[in-house]
């Protein structure tokens, strides 16, 4: 219901719950591609994926320590510790807001409750 009610509120689509056997979401033992919008998403779970995942996805988002992609719009473990929970918009290029950026500083965002800054 949430997630309905911020999808009203911003115009934007909420990314469905995808199960195992929707063709829009493939997984294999190195991670997960899900196409949305005709834009390859890669959750690379092994390292050895990563680098094919940045040159062929649009978007990668991985919890694998130490990982980034050099020229594909990229999520990280760092990026969620330090900016907690992100916005992804699939327009004509991809737009990630984390949300600080998103909403401002709240007592309950990532770096808000300790007076942290970036």
Known sequence: MLTAMWANGTGDLILPTLDK???????????????????????????????EDCTHAQLVV????????????????????????HAVWLRHRVHIEDSAQWQGRRPWSASGADGDSD
């Open 21 to 51: 056997d929707d063709p829009r979401f493939r997984c294999d033992r190195s991670g997960c591609i899900a196409t949305v919008k005709r834009r390859a998403i890669a959750f690379p779970a092994d390292p050895g994926a990563l680098a």
């Open 62 to 85: 991985t919890l694998l320590p130490d990982a980034s992609c050099d020229k594909t719009p990229f999520l990280g473990a760092d990026d969620f510790a330090r900016g907690g929970v």
